[in-house]
């Protein structure tokens, strides 16, 4: 997936590393270090060489309990830094809340519009129509001043999923292209600590969205809650690992004050793997259950999954039925897709699926035959090759509906390895069409 920013485009399918620039004297572990503009611009360029993709200016610390800033002041503090990061050829993105800034920061350079409000305002969503930026469209409920003030949620996952839902479309709706769209789970921004964490430990609800998920964990409170560290400034190693975590778990831009240990951290980032499952013999099942007995062994098929060497299951697609495809004389097939992040080469991770098959009595005397379980390499991140053992990413993928289907499910608009959209094939012309169960 491309995130369109301006003249800049990003490929999301590795870590994007955004630097933090406070321009302010309040942030609340920076506050008042870069007040001055050649302090700025050498500290924006100083995370640039450390590996920063983008710099991300603000000039209002929205921290709890802050009071907001006057645009007039906030466009002092920040406009001519902008300009010279700009100038430079930098990606600057605008940290701001109000049109009037974002309109300002754009037109000196800036390529990308941060705004932790989620574009509410109607005239930062026309700021952003107007222009080809990148936006940040962030949750946050209620304002700075008050947001933790007894945060209250019945599902915080699915109502900050839904809130980022519905203000992405909206600004889809007042004219942004879905490319330019990245969201924000806001973690910190009217969320307790535990509420935090139970949304950035389910940010495969965010990524089923189809945008670039950006995470801003960088010293937040929920850090320390939950590694115990209570000075914001001795966070940065405790972020890291939150960073490493959080990209593992899908998400495509992190924002961060320490550059340099945040991008030694991705650097331990493991492949993403997309398997596909199925089973159409059910090897123990009552008349009339035989569905439910294929499920079965799928799942028994998935804790195995789980006890690989260094392999974590990320996210797993809903079950589908599909009909036989190549050989049409057997059984339906039950279906599903399986995300996970190995640290196992291609073939030693075919090995232990073959291994995990044979557990079940797979007979490979019939290509395409009935089968108790199929496990396939589907896709593996940035790899791409064929010889006799395997070939990647799966020739057939795309024209298997069985795979198509809930493989989109978990990551829409997916590409394989060597840049096939996973869609490129017409329903129609698919094989193996499946129903969700």
């Not at 405790?238 to 990209?247: F, H, K, N, V, Y």
Request: glycine letters at 8%; a negative charge; charged letters at 25%.
């Amino acid at each position: 997936m491309i995130w369109h920013c301006g003249r800049f485009d990003f490929d999301t399918s590795t870590p994007i590393v955004m630097g933090i620039l406070n321009i302010t004297p309040d942030s609340f572990s920076d506050g008042g270090l870069y007040l001055d503009a050649d302090a700025a611009v050498e500290h924006a360029l100083a995370m640039v060489d450390a590996g920063a993709a983008i710099v991300d200016v603000g000039g209002e610390s929205t921290r709890p309990g802050s009071d907001a800033v006057d645009p007039a002041e906030e466009w002092e503090r920040i406009g001519a830094v902008i300009a010279a990061l700009a100038e430079r050829g930098l990606c600057v993105s605008v940290d701001t809340r109000h049109a009037e800034v974002a309109s300002r920061a754009l037109a000196a350079g800036a390529s990308i519009v941060n705004d932790v409000s989620g574009f509410r305002d109607p005239a930062m969503a026309q700021v952003a129509a107007k222009s080809g930026c990148g936006c940040v469209v962030m949750h946050m409920a209620g304002e700075p001043k008050t947001m933790q003030d007894n945060p209250v949620y019945d599902d915080v996952v699915a109502e900050v999923r839904d809130y980022l839902r519905d203000a992405a479309a909206a600004l889809e709706e007042a004219g942004v292209d879905r490319s330019r769209i990245c969201i924000d789970p806001g973690p910190g921004f009217g969320k307790t600590p535990k509420q935090t964490i139970e949304l950035m430990r389910n940010l495969h609800e965010l990524v089923h969205l189809g945008y670039p998920v950006m995470v801003a964990a960088s010293r937040k409170s929920y850090v320390g809650y939950a590694y115990g560290v209570e000075e914001p400034h001795e966070r940065d190693v405790a972020s890291a690992a939150e960073a490493l975590l959080a990209c593992e778990l899908g998400a495509s831009v992190v924002r961060t004050h320490n550059v340099p240990l945040t991008v030694a951290a991705l650097g331990d980032l493991r492949p993403a793997v997309v398997l596909g499952l199925g089973s159409n013999v059910a090897l123990v099942a009552e008349p009339g259950e035989e569905t439910e007995a294929k499920i079965a062994q799928i799942n028994l098929a998935v804790g195995q999954l789980c006890g690989l060497p260094d392999t974590q299951i990320i996210d797993m697609a809903p079950f589908y039925e599909s009909e036989p495809a190549y050989y049409t004389d057997q059984d339906a097939f039950v279906n599903t897709v399986v995300l996970l992040r190995t640290g196992l080469p291609p073939k030693e991770l075919l090995g232990y699926l073959h291994g995990i098959e044979n557990s079940f009595g797979r007979v490979r005397t019939m290509e395409n035959g009935p089968r108790t379980l199929d496990l396939d390499i589907v896709d593996y991140q940035m790899y791409v090759a064929s010889d006799d053992e395997l070939t990647l990413p799966h020739p057939r993928a795309c024209e298997r509906d069985f795979v198509v289907r809930p493989l989109l499910d978990i990551l829409p608009g997916y590409e394989l390895a060597d840049g096939t959209a996973v869609g490129a094939v017409p329903a129609a012309e698919r094989v193996g069409k499946a129903r969700r169960l």
